[in-house]
């Protein structure tokens, strides 16, 4: 995971440059203290301050409220996409799908994403922030794999994409991010892009013919 922080802006555009240095043990507090089970509504920027060992003043001179500060956290935690190969859809499938699963392995961005999920929507502001930052991007990324199975033959082309997106991801996002400790085994993103697949390929595809 990229170190807390990276990629946030190093100045404000007024006053004296911003600590990249500074930024990066704030954000590193939030997603902490969020680890160890504080919820959003315990997390007040005074006590953020207080958490990382700076005045008050030094983190809103960096965000001016708490959601804004919440969108650099999530920033913090996501990595970029891997690679597709573009040769298999089921691959590149599994792939995407490997992403959402490793997250919900990883103990700081599970936590995070479980805190956050339940309460983010309840902002408009925040979630349309989120959505922009985070969920679009992914989300994109699927959809051109499926809309590339479809003019390749490999999946059905009557079937709307957004809900092909939420039959393929829904499963392991439910796992991830729903239900604590629930079981993202091995093999689990093979086995839901195969199960999803049997059932949105065209009927004469090969791969729909069973012994």
């Known amino acids: 995971m990229a170190a807390a922080g990276a990629g946030l802006p190093a100045t404000t555009g ?3 440059p911003r600590s990249a240095a500074a930024d990066s043990s704030i954000v590193e507090t939030v997603l902490r203290l969020l680890e160890e089970g504080t919820t ?5 920027m005074e006590r953020i301050a207080r ?4 005045g008050k003043a030094t983190v ?14 999530m920033r913090a935690i996501d990595e970029p996409l891997p690679p597709l190969a573009g040769t298999s859809v089921r691959e590149d499938l599994v792939v995407l799908l490997e992403v959402i699963r490793h997250r919900g392995l990883a103990k700081r961005s599970s936590a995070v994403m479980r805190n956050v999920i339940g309460v983010i929507q309840s902002s408009p502001q925040l979630w349309r922030q989120y959505h922009d930052t985070v969920i679009r991007t992914r989300r994109e990324a699927m959809y ?16 709307d994409v957004r809900l092909l997106v939420d039959l393929f991801a829904g499963p392991m996002l439910s796992r991830a991010l729903l239900y604590e400790r629930a079981p993202l085994e ?9 199960a999803v697949l ?3 390929r065209p009927s004469g595809h090969p791969a729909s013919r069973r012994p």
């Not at 959003?40 to 007040?44: A, F, R, V, Y």
């Not at 051109?144 to 079937?159: K, N, P, S």
């Open 14 to 16: 007024r006053g004296r």
């Open 40 to 44: 959003l509504g315990e997390l007040s």
């Open 51 to 54: 958490s990382a060992g700076v």
């Open 60 to 73: 809103y001179r960096r965000w001016a409220n708490k959601d804004a500060l919440l969108i650099d956290v």
């Open 144 to 159: 051109a794999v499926l809309r590339r199975g479809m003019r390749t033959g490999e999946i059905r082309d009557d079937i």
């Open 186 to 194: 091995d093999g689990l993103s093979e086995q839901i892009v195969d």
């Open 198 to 200: 049997e059932g949105v």
